[in-house]
């Protein structure tokens, strides 16, 4: 497996410095920047698309779930924390792991073996490529929950009103950008436009019915009903070789 790109956002540069060492430790891991707040980690996230992230969840002004919030595309996410409620809180984010602070050296190194583990055999995050794929993980926060959700097990987005609601794995979280603005970074190999409401993704059709006026009905796994308009029924034909 290639290098793994490691970014580190936290405000103790005490905390950063323990982190450096720990990862010297590890092969494979290079740290390709570090930041002390949400502002200049994302700046730096933006600009060197790790393949990993080590966020401290607690920082003054912005916290880490923020950071997550702010991002298109969220690399493998490790919380580093010195408060348990927040290392609990973690796990509603599907964090890949969080270490607890003072970071024991034999806790960190298990961290470390489900990072690589994870990332063996799946598209890295750091490739420069403006869309997303299967693999990426984006960060939906509504209302108190929140999630970080791989692309490819997302079933359907959908208009609600300014924003887009999202169904995954019997979850329906408002994600607070358009759909346009969604479906400019999805992999058009997945998804597919069925009308001006909703995107598909094509992996979790369970059948296809003809409909009125040349439309097409769509049921998903999940049991919602999708109407495909006429104009895009032609095209949808096409893709699917139907």
């Not at 970014?7 to 950063?16: K, P």
């Not at 806790?107 to 750091?126: D, H, I, W």
């Amino acid at each position: 497996m290639s290098t793994i790109k490691a970014v580190i956002v936290e405000d103790s540069r005490l905390a950063r410095n323990e982190l450096k060492e720990l990862i010297k430790n590890h092969g494979g891991i290079e740290i390709v920047g570090e930041a002390e707040n949400v502002d200049e980690g994302f700046k730096l996230i933006n600009e060197t698309q790790p393949d990993l992230l080590f966020l401290d969840i607690n920082m003054p002004e912005k916290d880490g779930f923020e950071l997550l919030e702010m991002l298109d595309r969220v690399p493998i996410t490790v919380f580093t924390t010195a408060f348990d409620e927040f290392a609990i809180k973690s796990f509603e984010y599907n964090a890949l792991d969080y270490i607890l602070k003072p970071i024991n050296s034999k806790r960190f190194a298990l961290a470390m073996e489900k990072v690589k583990k994870q990332l063996e055999g799946t598209v890295s995050l750091s490739d420069s490529q403006e869309k997303l794929t299967e693999s990426s993980q984006i960060f939906i926060k509504d209302g108190d929950k929140c999630w970080l959700v791989k692309i490819g097990d997302i079933s359907l987005f959908e208009i609600v009103g300014n924003y887009t609601r999202i169904y995954f794995k019997g979850e329906k979280p408002m994600l607070y950008k358009s759909l346009n603005q969604v479906e400019e970074k999805l992999p058009v190999q997945n998804f597919f436009r069925a009308n001006r409401q909703q995107i598909i993704n094509v992996n979790y059709i369970k059948s296809v019915v003809p409909w009125f006026n040349g439309k097409l009905k769509l049921t998903m796994n999940s049991g919602e009903e999708v109407e495909v308009s006429r104009r895009q029924s032609y095209i949808f034909k096409d893709k699917m070789s139907i």
